[in-house]
Each structure stands twice: as structure tokens, then as C-alpha cells.
Nanobody
Framework: QVQLAESGGGSVQAGGSLRLSCAAS????????MGWFRQRPGKEREFVAA????????KYADSVKGRFTISRDNAKNMIYLQMNSLEPEDTAVYYC???????????????????WGQGTQVTVSS
């Protein structure tokens, strides 16, 4: 059974940085895409970034390009999201997700992901 566990959330002032981690277990993830999504207060869940485990292909939402970096550690089964230059609009619950049958053109789509973590809260104050 796939399990995803996020950590690293917290409170930070605008302009600050946080690094989120996602520990993945229960399967061999070599054919998976791994994504980060977020849900802001009163909003629907939205795509942040995704990476394919085997090739390292990466996709970002326009709103985070140049500020966030997604990466993976294959040996540790870990996915990371380095978030720099944080803005109050980045305040959200951030979720790690796994897609075992990804398509490059749909890595942004939450409905493609079969497995989700519990989420970690990120709060950015102005």
C-alpha cells in the first residue's frame, strides 16, 4: 500500500523559505510521477509542481516558476519542494501525491493522482 507523508510545513514571513519533504513508501516508484499540490483557504486544490521518478522530468505551475524547486532522492524515496521568496498567497495546505500511470501532458491534473498524503500547512505572513 502506497503511503505518502509530508513534513516541513510551518509559518514564515514573506520573502522567507521553507523546504517540504515527502516520504514515499509501499511500492517501487520508478514508473510514477510525483506531484505537489496545494489548497488555499476557500479555493480548490491546485497544481504546484511535479517530477517523474525515472527521468526527472519536471513541470511547474506558472505561479511558482522561479521560486519553487521540486527534486527527488531516489535512494531515499523522498520528494522535496524547496520554496523561496514565499508570498502570503502561498499560504495553503500542501499535499504530496503519486501517479502510477502518468502522462506528460496531464501531470498538472489532480484527478490523475491515485495516492495522497495528509498535507502540511504552510503559512506566510506579510
Amino acid at each position: 500500500q502506497v503511503q505518502l507523508a509530508e513534513s516541513g510545513g510551518g509559518s514564515v514571513q514573506a520573502g522567507g523559505s521553507l523546504r517540504l519533504s515527502c516520504a514515499a513508501s509501499g511500492r517501487t516508484f520508478s514508473n510514477y510521477a510525483m506531484g505537489w499540490f496545494r489548497q488555499r483557504p476557500g479555493k480548490e486544490r491546485e497544481f504546484v509542481a511535479a517530477i517523474t521518478w525515472s527521468t526527472g522530468y519536471i513541470k511547474y505551475a506558472d505561479s511558482v516558476k522561479g521560486r519553487f524547486t521540486i527534486s527527488r532522492d531516489n535512494a531515499k524515496n523522498m520528494i522535496y519542494l524547496q520554496m523561496n521568496s514565499l508570498e502570503p498567497e502561498d499560504t495553503a495546505v500542501y499535499y504530496c501525491a503519486a501517479d502510477p500511470n502518468y502522462g506528460i501532458s496531464t501531470m498538472w491534473a489532480a484527478y490523475e493522482y491515485d495516492y495522497w498524503g495528509q498535507g502540511t500547512q504552510v503559512t506566510v505572513s506579510s
